[in-house]
């Protein structure tokens, strides 16, 4: 199984795989490489999305495997990258093995899902279905203040218009298939092997600049203050809240722009939110309890908040269809699966999102471990991973 060596080739690149960055450029030249040994068709749009492709007799219908190639600051070496390395091999064995398939199979290597440099995630899958804006993404600043377009600009991409981005919408998926690492423990604990998804949960990702007043932090007495930073205190909090009320997941990052002194009173926060549910109603419910609390607070301090939606991914329910095709091979190979809901966000997600028919097949992480270096997946695990993606493609494009 090659896919356990150009592991470890992608684990030597490094585990900062950010959008338009050097390890990134690097991980997608090893893609590139490894999709050619196996025989594949390989082109990008002008995201920087990857397709490597086998032509089937019908080329106007295309069944994706997909996953994303970034990854998180100090990631790991299998989230995203395991899917589009499986992807890689499967096809390669099934051109080998079984030549032209009746429809075509790509393995879409997304540029971007984690929202690692520019804090909006999936901008990769977004951009095959239309929902980038030239004028959203012109404004996207990393936190060294370089900007998207100038991120492009050093490794040699050029700019695009809106119409050049338009252009990179698909609309002959016709299936998706993701084969990704579990970022949980309930395989690990029920010693099961494959775990099978049902459903993805929403997310969100909400920005709040919070706008207070400097001022001497010995004179200025209490109930006259503007403090930026006691706000976003409270804010924090009420989100924690918010999860635990719902039974959701909701993390706050955060950067202070005070001034880093203890006698100046925090003056500007800025704050980034990310709330997750797997019900549609509930998940809209949160984003309004945190709209009228940040709007209390305002008033409340005298304070001014600016509100961002960056990003507002709906839940989904991925295809039973799917589900039991991949069923059916996990028995033909004789390993035992269990279905669960995934606490993180997916490329499948998107696509589902689009009315794609869409799967998502879980292997362990080693005690759940994830978006840490320490990430890891036994090499039983991912040979286990690639057979069952292998024959539930094969099954659905050779009949
Ligand atoms: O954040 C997530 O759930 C995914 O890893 N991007
Ligand atoms: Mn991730
Ligand atoms: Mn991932
Ligand atoms: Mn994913």
């Known amino acids: 199984?090659?896919?356990?060596?150009?592991?470890?080739?992608?684990?030597?690149?490094?585990?900062?795989?950010?959008?338009?960055?050097?390890?990134?450029?690097?991980?997608?030249?090893?893609?590139?490489?490894?999709?050619?040994?196996?025989?594949?068709?390989?082109s990008e749009d002008i995201i920087g999305n990857l397709f490597c492709r086998l032509e089937g007799y019908n080329r106007s219908?295309?069944?994706?495997?997909?996953?994303?190639?970034?990854?998180?600051?100090?990631?790991?070496?299998?989230?995203?990258?395991?899917?589009?390395?499986?992807?890689?091999?499967?096809?390669?064995?099934?051109?080998?093995?079984?030549?032209?398939?009746?429809?075509?199979?790509?393995?879409?290597?997304?540029?971007?899902?984690?929202?690692?440099r520019f804090k909006?995630?999936?901008?990769?899958?977004?951009?095959?279905?239309g929902d980038l804006k030239y004028e959203n993404l012109k404004r996207?600043?990393?936190?060294?203040?370089?900007?998207?377009?100038?991120?492009?600009?050093?490794?040699?991409?050029?700019p695009f218009s809106q119409k050049e981005l338009d252009r990179c919408q698909r609309n002959d998926i016709i299936t998706a298939i993701e084969l990704h690492v579990e970022q949980s423990r309930y395989l690990e604990k029920t010693q099961i092997p494959i775990g099978i998804c049902t459903h993805i949960p929403g997310q969100m990702k909400i920005r709040m600049v919070i706008v207070g007043e400097a001022n001497h932090a010995g004179t200025t007495p209490m109930f006259e203050r503007k403090?930026?930073?006691?706000?976003?205190?409270?804010?924090i909090s009420f989100v924690e809240h918010?999860?635990?009320?719902?039974?959701?997941?909701?993390?706050?990052?955060?950067?202070?722009?005070?001034?880093n002194a203890t006698n100046i009173i925090p003056s500007k926060v800025e704050l980034i939110h990310d709330m997750r549910h797997h019900d549609p109603e509930v998940f809209n419910q949160m984003l309004e309890d945190l709209t009228n609390y940040a709007k209390r607070e305002e008033e409340k301090r005298g304070v001014h908040i600016e509100f961002e939606k960056l990003v507002k991914i709906e839940p989904v329910e991925l295809s039973t269809e799917i589900n039991e095709q991949i069923k059916k091979v996990t028995r033909q190979i004789g390993l035992r699966q269990m279905e669960f809901k995934s606490?993180?966000?997916?490329?499948?997600?998107?696509?589902?999102?689009?009315?794609?028919?869409?799967?998502?097949?879980?292997?362990p992480s080693v005690e759940g471990i994830s978006h840490r270096m320490e990430e890891y997946t036994k090499n039983e695990d991912i040979v286990n991973g690639l057979n069952v993606l292998a024959l539930t493609i094969k099954n659905l494009s050779y009949g």
Request: proline residues 1%; hydrophobic residues 40%.
């Open 1 to 42: 199984m090659k896919i356990l060596k150009r592991i470890q080739e992608i684990k030597n690149i490094g585990n900062n795989r950010q959008l338009y960055n050097e390890q990134w450029v690097e991980t997608k030249k090893a893609l590139e490489r490894y999709a050619i040994e196996d025989g594949l068709k390989v």
């Open 61 to 116: 219908k295309t069944i994706s495997i997909i996953s994303h190639f970034d990854s998180v600051e100090n990631g790991g070496a299998y989230d995203g990258i395991v899917g589009i390395l499986a992807g890689i091999e499967a096809l390669g064995m099934l051109k080998k093995k079984f030549g032209t398939p009746e429809v075509s199979l790509e393995v879409i290597c997304i540029a971007e899902e984690e929202g690692a």
């Open 120 to 129: 909006t995630t999936f901008l990769g899958c977004r951009a095959l279905f």
């Open 140 to 158: 996207l600043k990393d936190k060294q203040n370089i900007s998207f377009f100038k991120a492009r600009e050093v490794i040699g991409l050029k």
């Open 227 to 235: 403090d930026a930073l006691c706000c976003a205190a409270k804010i």
């Open 242 to 259: 918010l999860g635990i009320k719902y039974e959701g997941v909701t993390t706050t990052g955060y950067t202070i722009n005070a001034k």
């Open 343 to 363: 606490g993180a966000g997916h490329d499948v997600q998107i696509m589902s999102s689009h009315d794609i028919p869409s799967g998502l097949i879980f292997i």
